[in-house]
């Protein structure tokens, strides 16, 4: 058997192998299975993006606090107000500062306001997240035994064939099977095909001179677009 129908036999039951692997991909165990897995590590992102959020707010809570501590400390002077216009100062400079200290008073309110709506709808965006989080942790278990079970059904036949590629590869060599490796991890399929003319069945792509003339010798030539094998 030539080195071509070898790996031609390995590429037909290889692609058995495929389709187990395919079947077992799409299978819908698969799928929910796999959406559960990256839910649950998107929503422990979610929760320390909103644990991050709660520690700004917190802070900016405390920078207001003490915002308005020192606005009641200068409120403190206005206590003496009379005294302080007897002593000569100009009543319309207290004046000025009781407005500018409503002024800020009134700015500080507003900051409030938006720093509680904040708050609440942290406190709304967490607890609707804890609540699917529960939820879908509940589900994951059965999810992933579901995924096991479908997986395990599936593995016999994936075995079987595996166990007979192994054997076919014997007969195939080494650097050949290596490159027909990778480019099956690339997710190329077939791998080896039979030239249409000077064309890649595939791809479409004509033969170079030099190609054209090894592959008239007998043998395995390159595709120099999807890098398949290709032969006569
Ligand atoms: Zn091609």
Request: proline letters at 1%; hydrophobic letters at 35%.
């Given at each position: ?92 400079f207290y004046k000025r500062s009781a407005q500018s200290l409503s002024e800020e008073?009134?700015a500080l309110k507003a900051e409030i306001n938006s720093l509680s709506a904040a708050m609440k709808e942290q406190v709304e ?108």
């Amino acid at each position: 058997m030539s080195q071509v129908e070898k790996l031609l036999k390995y590429q037909e039951a290889d692609s058995r192998l495929l389709k187990v692997e395919q079947k077992l991909n799409s299978s819908d165990e698969r799928k929910k299975y796999v959406q559960s897995r990256s839910y649950l590590s998107k929503a422990s992102e979610k929760l320390d993006q909103i644990e991050a959020k709660a520690q700004e707010l917190k802070n900016s809570i405390e920078r207001i606090q003490q915002k308005y501590a020192e606005l009641a400390e200068t409120l403190k002077d206005f206590d003496n107000l009379e005294g302080l216009v007897e002593d000569g100062n100009s009543i319309s400079f207290y004046k000025r500062s009781a407005q500018s200290l409503s002024e800020e008073i009134k700015a500080l309110k507003a900051e409030i306001n938006s720093l509680s709506a904040a708050m609440k709808e942290q406190v709304e965006e967490y607890q609707a997240l804890k609540k699917n989080v529960i939820a879908a942790q509940k589900e994951y278990p059965k999810l992933q035994e579901e995924y096991k079970k479908y997986k395990n059904s599936v593995q016999a036949e994936a075995d079987e064939i595996t166990k007979e590629l192994k054997s076919l590869a014997k007969d195939i060599d080494s650097d050949v099977l290596k490159k027909y490796q990778a480019k099956r991890s690339e997710r190329v399929f077939p791998i080896l095909c039979k030239l249409q003319g000077d064309v890649c069945p595939m791809c479409g792509t004509s033969l170079s001179i030099a190609e054209k003339e090894n592959a008239a010798a007998g043998k395995v030539i390159e595709c120099e677009n999807c890098h398949r094998f290709l032969y006569r």
